[in-house]
């Protein structure tokens, strides 16, 4: 195997630790507001970044192990194709929730930041996040991830499992925000607060669909990286079913 992905996932892994270890010790709180606020309910675990904040470093955590203790295996390195359980278990990981759930955050908080940053990241938060900080919340995601999936093989499950995974974690973190919405009377993104409930709701929904539309796109960058393996598995499984 190739020493490579371990250097890789080491790397990336003590940088995501390192980050995570500094954002829970020395960012507290936004001072004197009540928007993007650590205190009171929920914390830091109000926010979607911060949820994959500890998914993405949890991730590169698990392929590490994984490297060492499970498998990286391809299809085309033998007649059978045959994953540890850690194989299995990182590759559903990456492709139905840190791949997607990852790249929906860049899009949509650089999307909105673009439009009009007070929605999504007030100025004020320059003041006491470090700008190191919040690019590796914000911006380094992609890379990172993109990096993982082309030097390591990734097995996609089925679109069906993969989605209703995808799809249940979406639908967990929205009534997550709804509740605190609700119990704490706490919006905890002022772009959901300005909008109608009608408005809610069609924005809502759009951000689900952009949900399974990144999913689509993990596939297709797994296939453009991966073609000829993924060809080789079909393949086999054919022989094994003629």
């Given at each position: 195997?190739?020493?490579?992905?371990?250097?890789?996932?080491?790397?990336?892994?003590?940088?995501?630790?390192?980050?995570?270890?500094?954002?829970?010790?020395n960012?507290?709180?936004d001072?004197?507001?009540?928007?993007?606020?650590?205190?009171?309910?929920?914390?830091?675990?109000?926010f979607?970044?911060?949820?994959?904040?500890?998914l993405?470093?949890?991730?590169?955590?698990?392929?590490?192990?994984?490297?060492?203790?499970?498998?990286?295996?391809?299809?085309?390195?033998?007649?059978?194709?045959?994953?540890?359980?850690?194989?299995?278990?990182?590759?559903?990981?990456?492709?139905?929730?840190v791949?997607?759930?990852?790249?929906?955050?860049?899009?949509?908080?650089?999307?909105?930041y673009?439009?009009?940053?007070?929605?999504?990241?007030?100025?004020?938060?320059?003041?006491?996040?470090?700008s190191?900080?919040?690019?590796?919340?914000?911006?380094?995601?992609l890379?990172?991830?993109?990096?993982?999936?082309?030097?390591?093989?990734?097995?996609?499950?089925?679109r069906?499992?993969?989605?209703?995974?995808?799809?249940?974690?979406?639908?967990?973190?929205?009534?997550?925000?709804?509740?605190?919405?609700?119990?704490?009377?706490?919006?905890?993104?002022?772009?959901?607060?300005?909008?109608?409930?009608?408005e809610?709701?069609?924005?809502?929904?759009?951000?689900?669909?952009?949900?399974?539309?990144?999913?689509?796109?993990?596939?297709?960058?797994?296939?453009?990286?991966?073609?000829?393996?993924?060809?080789?598995?079909?393949l086999?499984?054919?022989?094994?079913?003629?």
């Amino acid at each position: 195997m190739s020493p490579l992905p371990v250097i890789y996932h080491l790397i990336v892994f003590v940088f995501l630790a390192y980050s995570l270890a500094y954002n829970l010790l020395n960012i507290k709180d936004d001072p004197g507001s009540n928007m993007f606020t650590y205190r009171g309910y929920g914390g830091k675990f109000k926010f979607l970044t911060f949820w994959l904040f500890l998914l993405q470093t949890f991730y590169f955590g698990f392929c590490l192990v994984n490297d060492i203790l499970g498998s990286n295996s391809r299809p085309s390195q033998s007649k059978r194709f045959l994953r540890s359980k850690l194989q299995r278990c990182r590759d559903i990981l990456l492709s139905s929730v840190v791949f997607p759930v990852g790249i929906f955050v860049v899009c949509t908080f650089w999307g909105i930041y673009v439009v009009d940053r007070e929605l999504v990241y007030p100025k004020k938060l320059d003041k006491f996040i470090p700008s190191w900080l919040n690019h590796v919340m914000h911006t380094t995601i992609l890379p990172f991830l993109i990096m993982d999936m082309y030097l390591v093989y990734h097995h996609f499950p089925s679109r069906k499992r993969g989605l209703q995974i995808l799809m249940s974690f979406a639908f967990t973190y929205l009534v997550w925000i709804l509740w605190v919405a609700y119990h704490a009377n706490i919006w905890v993104y002022p772009v959901l607060k300005i909008m109608a409930p009608h408005e809610r709701v069609i924005f809502i929904s759009v951000l689900i669909a952009l949900f399974g539309s990144i999913y689509l796109v993990g596939e297709g960058l797994n296939k453009f990286f991966w073609g000829k393996e993924r060809r080789q598995y079909q393949l086999m499984v054919q022989k094994s079913q003629s």
